[in-house]
């Protein structure tokens, strides 16, 4: 059921503004290459929305605007002439049908020839592990059945582009977390190209093979998970993409590429080198004995178990706060005097937002 040739998608200077002049996205220039999985990843109203809408022909965009998919532009064609698949947050299964009906409709209405539909369809059915539900309506169907349900009827009648609208928002975290990787080996061996809006960072590092970090109708930055977990480039993708402290240091300190914390001064990464803005995650500080050399020495004012980790608030001269993640068997406790030590290579300079 694979594509054979999968599609590239060109997002050029694409804008919306609404009548009430609100920039519902900014002009955004942007590739997914083909077979690629793409996830737009942001807050609500960043725009990530609007600009799958766009893709899908569901919105018009400012005039100007052009999408491209592979060389055809598809840019002023209404969606039912895009062929695009779409899969929603909520589904949208037809409740009256069977999981076969649901799976077969976009090829009925294409008046596909029984024996093909038959064998698309069963050939879904095996890849989204439904066998034996055939007959069930979506009532019957638990909420992970569901999900695979709509994309094999997303995909039944090969879009060239498959859209995919919070597809795991309406599940509860437990069958979130489980069903994020099914997903992600099933748009895998689809090999078809996709856009995948979420706000959850999680499902995105899961699910796609680059994001496009979206902040107040713009793209920030776009690469693979670790690429931006690790080099962010600016600030919002920084706090976005997991916890982050943020601290400042003198211009003096920033020409010398050093950190004072207390009496203690760490030594920075060069690419800090000039920078007055650091960040450094929280599993990336180390916590050591008070009297250590060379460490910067603080007091815990806050402990919070959290099963995979503990998580310390530790509070540094001049009121400077770090929130620092150790193991979950630590020993420390609220009100002790502990070290803090961070590698050099730890510490990110905080580039300054467009």
Not at 92 to 114: D, H, T, W
Not at 210 to 230: F, K, N, P, S, W
Not at 286 to 314: K, N, W, Y
Request: hydrophobic content about 40%.
């Amino acid at each position: 059921m694979a594509n054979e040739v999968s599609t590239s998608i060109q997002i050029l200077n694409c804008a919306k503004t609404y009548p009430d002049g609100t920039k519902g996205l900014q002009p955004t220039t942007l590739t997914v290459e083909p077979g690629e999985v793409l996830a737009l990843l942001g807050p609500s109203g960043c725009g990530k929305t609007t600009l799958l809408r766009i893709i899908a022909g569901l919105e018009t965009p400012d005039e100007g605007s052009r999408i491209l998919f592979d060389t055809s532009d598809v840019s002023r064609l209404p969606i039912e002439k895009r062929q695009v698949g779409m899969m929603f947050q909520h589904y949208a299964l037809f409740p009256q049908m069977s999981v076969y009906s649901n799976i077969a409709y976009g090829l009925r209405i294409r008046k596909e020839p029984e024996d093909r539909l038959r064998k698309q369809v069963g050939e879904l059915i095996d890849l989204v592990r439904l066998n034996g539900l055939e007959k069930r309506r979506p009532s019957e169907l638990s909420g992970g059945q569901r999900q695979r349900v709509a994309l094999a009827r997303a995909v039944a009648a090969h879009p060239r582009v498959l859209l995919l609208d919070e597809p795991l928002t309406a599940l509860d975290a437990k069958l979130k977390e489980s069903l994020r990787d099914e997903l992600a080996q099933m748009l895998r061996q689809l090999r078809i190209t996709a856009v995948h809006v979420t706000h959850d960072q999680k499902e995105a590092m899961a699910i796609a093979d680059r994001m496009a970090i979206m902040h107040a109708g713009r793209v920030l930055q776009v690469g693979d998970g670790e690429t931006l977990y690790r080099t962010p480039s600016d600030p919002f993708v920084a706090s976005f993409l997991g916890r982050v402290n943020q601290l400042s240091r003198t211009s003096e300190h920033a020409h010398q590429n050093v950190l004072r914390l207390g009496s203690a001064v760490l030594s920075c990464s060069p690419v800090c080198q000039g920078a007055t803005q650091l960040l450094v995650r929280p599993e990336d500080i180390e916590v050591c004995m008070a009297r250590e050399e060379g460490a910067a020495v603080g007091q815990i004012s806050r402990r919070v178990f959290m099963g995979d980790r503990v998580q310390l608030t530790v509070d540094l001269p001049e009121a400077t706060s770090l929130l620092i993640d150790v193991g979950r068997d630590h020993a420390a406790r609220s009100g002790d005097m502990v070290g803090i030590r961070v590698a050099p290579h730890h510490w990110m300079p905080q580039a300054t937002a467009a």
